[in-house]
């Protein structure tokens, strides 16, 4: 996706809504499903990283993996698929909390 913004929607039914994280490859945001008017986050490749086929193809099959694995550690996988320019998304479950960053900086868990 070119230019992600607020507003945006992506796959004609996630409402982008702010960003919450991002990486070397790609960025995470929280959107809504409208339809249904559940929160979830939406990740997707940087254009950048998209010009290698190799990042494309890693992250499609970083989607299809993690939407096979099953445990309360893991987050779920809604949804995948492709902007009209060819970046790939991939559709998740929208979790509250703190970052690894972060519980690393506070100290050993007790």
């Known amino acids: 996706m070119e230019l992600a913004e607020p507003g945006s929607l992506v ?3 996630y409402r982008l809504e702010v960003p919450i994280g991002e990486g070397a490859m790609a960025s995470v945001w929280s959107a809504t499903h409208v339809p249904l ?7 997707f490749i940087h254009s950048s990283a ?6 494309k193809a890693r ?5 299809k993996v993690a939407a096979t694995v099953r445990h309360r550690y893991v987050v779920d996988i809604f949804d995948c698929g ?5 970046t790939p998304y991939m559709v998740m479950e929208l979790l509250s909390g703190e970052s690894l960053a972060e519980r690393i900086c506070a100290g050993p868990m007790k």
Request: proline residues 0%; aromatic residues 8%.
């Open 11 to 13: 796959g004609g039914k």
């Open 37 to 43: 008017g559940s929160s979830v986050a939406v990740k």
């Open 50 to 55: 998209q010009t290698a086929v190799m990042s």
């Open 59 to 63: 992250f499609i099959r970083e989607a």
């Open 82 to 86: 492709e902007f009209e320019d060819g």
